[in-house]
């Protein structure tokens, strides 16, 4: 609910601040008083754009306007505050300052906010309904969530929700497979080709070291064989090492015993020492039958190196990453050709997906059309008293293409009007005049006073250009709409004012406007200025009293729909 607006220093007000009560709340006075400016005022606190009317008070450097909700605790505004980390205790505050060059400043709860979030929570809490407008019920965006309320099968709509995330998760999982089905198929070559050239070279662990030292070895065999025949020699030659041991073993061997005793130690390591250099002999003998080798066989070896080298450059891997290559090549390969078995089994999910999908959605078209139905009824049923007879509104329902649902299901939703007999439908804003405009949108929102939710409603001149039955009817649409949202409204019918629960009389003196709330005989007093003009007789008084009475017998009737 809408409990206060503060307005100071914009266009003729200089300071004024209004109280509004529950039910129906109507401002009152003659025309240029300023009544506009308010809601105005109240428009720019809730984040609609500046415009000539809320320009600052000449003389002043800036100007305000200020509004004070008391939203209930389960209200999307109080959530919508609570996420955007502000204050969210007790009354919601939304401020608006605009300074003489035209820039402006957004407040909540007193804290600095961008105007999108200021904007935001002034939808969610107050609706302004113009002579002009394309908001609110006028806005195509909002009419299947309308018309859904109105319907009442919100647990329809939460299965087709749940229904078509489960869709698009499985049609998701499909594009993956097939993302990488195409990527693996692009590489399917690539990969082929490596598996079937790495695998007739058949890397080795290691190998590549033992190829560089062996090629190393024999491409300097001639000077190595040289320098190993010669230790060779020193081994195994007449004077060499072997036969130098030999001798000292022999004539170790001749002397006698004691001799041999003291000089076992020594024998010993004689013998040690012949065995190892026999050993060395023959590891140098055999190192020059490694050594002795056809060219052809460096030859060998060397292209078995390059070979392993130029394959690790190509695949960019070390040489000893080859046969890690190998296997993660022939792992894809595998994957690849056991890829679409998984594919078919998401796509078949994806298809069966799409199949629950359709089911439940095509239920909730069959309760649309239904609600659609019954609301163009409701409907037609307030406009011929509103002077709107000849207008006729419908729900138009439009298939998306195909199948291709949303998660709201599948079609589109728009409310449309022809306000002429035999003129084709179209959008309301288009088709409607100011004033069938404004009585329209209250034909709307009395038909779906139990859907929509619960705001702040606020017409500027509804009952513009109508006067008698109509205006009669028009207050009682409001006064009826007033028992579920409050409702504020500027008016210039007396019927209309009759039926206000608080009645504010605007009026302005010289280059200010002053706002009054008026006490029951001060009510009477105006809306008998309303029915005669400036000067006011007996029998309009009376006339103001018998429009009073008659609201308030209104007021305790029990609520039906006309």
Same mark, same amino acid.
């Given at each position: ?250 004539? /170790?061997?001749?002397? =006698?015993?004691? @001799?041999?005793? &003291? $000089?076992?130690?020594?024998?010993? !390591?004689? *013998?040690? #020492? ?122 138009? /329902?439009?298939?998306? =293409?195909?199948? @291709?649902?949303? &998660? $709201?299901?599948?079609?589109?939703? !728009?409310? *449309?009007? #022809? ?129 009073? @009475?008659?609201? &308030? ?10």
């Amino acid at each position: 609910m809408l409990a206060t607006l503060k307005v100071r220093d914009l266009v003729l007000i200089e300071d004024i601040s209004l109280d509004f009560a529950p039910g129906l709340n109507v401002l009152t006075g003659e025309t240029g008083a300023g009544k506009s400016i308010l809601l105005d005022a109240l428009g720019l606190a809730a984040g609609n754009r500046a415009g000539a009317r809320s320009a600052v008070r000449s003389g002043a450097a800036q100007g305000s306007a200020a509004a004070i909700f008391d939203p209930a605790a389960k209200h999307p505004a109080r959530a919508l505050v609570s996420d955007n980390g502000l204050p969210n205790e007790g009354e919601i505050i939304l401020r608006r300052v605009i300074s003489a060059d035209g820039r402006t400043r957004a407040f909540v709860n007193d804290e600095p906010v961008g105007v999108g979030l200021l904007r935001d929570l002034g939808a969610a809490m107050v609706e302004i309904h113009g002579q002009s407008d394309d908001r609110g019920l006028f806005d195509v965006a909002t009419h299947r969530r309308l018309l859904d309320a109105f319907g009442g099968y919100e647990d329809l709509l939460r299965e087709v929700a749940a229904r078509h995330g489960e869709w698009e998760r499985a049609r998701g999982r499909v594009a993956e497979l097939h993302h990488a089905s195409a990527a693996a198929a692009a590489d399917a070559e690539f990969l082929h080709h490596a598996v079937e050239e790495l695998s007739a070279l058949a890397p080795e662990a290691g190998e590549e070291e033992a190829l560089a030292a062996e090629r190393a070895l024999l491409m300097n065999a001639s000077r190595i064989a040289e320098d190993v025949s010669a230790a060779v020699e020193s081994l195994s030659g007449e004077r060499g090492a072997e036969a130098s041991l030999a001798a000292a073993l022999k004539r /170790l061997s001749r002397t =006698n015993e004691e @001799a041999r005793k &003291a $000089a076992e130690a020594a024998e010993t !390591a004689l *013998e040690q #020492a012949f065995a190892l250099a026999e050993e060395a002999r023959r590891e140098l003998e055999s190192l020059l039958t490694r050594l002795d080798v056809d060219p052809a066989e460096l030859e060998r070896k060397e292209e078995r190196l390059f070979a392993l080298r130029a394959a690790a450059r190509k695949y960019a891997v070390p040489v000893d990453g080859l046969n890690a290559l190998l296997a993660e090549c022939a792992a894809k390969l595998d994957a690849i050709d056991g890829g679409g078995g998984a594919l078919k089994k998401a796509e078949a999910d994806a298809a069966k997906a799409r199949t629950a999908y359709l089911e439940v959605a095509k239920k909730l078209s069959a309760a649309r059309v239904a609600a659609a139905g019954k609301l163009e009824a409701a409907v037609a049923g307030e406009l011929s008293p509103l002077k709107l007879g000849h207008a006729k509104f419908r729900v138009a /329902l439009e298939p998306l =293409n195909g199948d @291709a649902g949303i &998660a $709201a299901g599948l079609e589109r939703v !728009a409310f *449309e009007i #022809a306000t002429v007999e035999g003129a084709p439908f179209g959008p309301l804003t288009k088709i409607a005049s100011g004033g069938e405009l404004a009585r329209i949108s209250l034909a709307l929102k009395v038909a779906l006073a139990e859907a929509s939710p619960p705001a702040a409603l606020i017409f500027d001149e509804i009952d513009r250009g109508v006067g008698g039955a109509v205006a009669d009817a028009v207050g009682e649409r409001l006064q009826r709409l007033a028992r579920s949202t409050q409702v504020l409204l500027v008016t210039h019918s007396p019927q209309v004012a009759a039926r206000a629960a608080r009645h504010f009389r605007i009026s302005r003196k010289g280059d200010r406007t002053r706002v009054e709330l008026l006490a029951e005989d001060a009510r009477a007093e105006e809306i008998a200025r309303m029915l005669s003009g400036a000067a006011v007789t007996d029998e309009a008084r009376a006339a103001a009293r018998r429009l009073l @009475a008659e609201a &308030a017998g209104s007021a305790k009737k029990p609520r039906k729909r006309a």
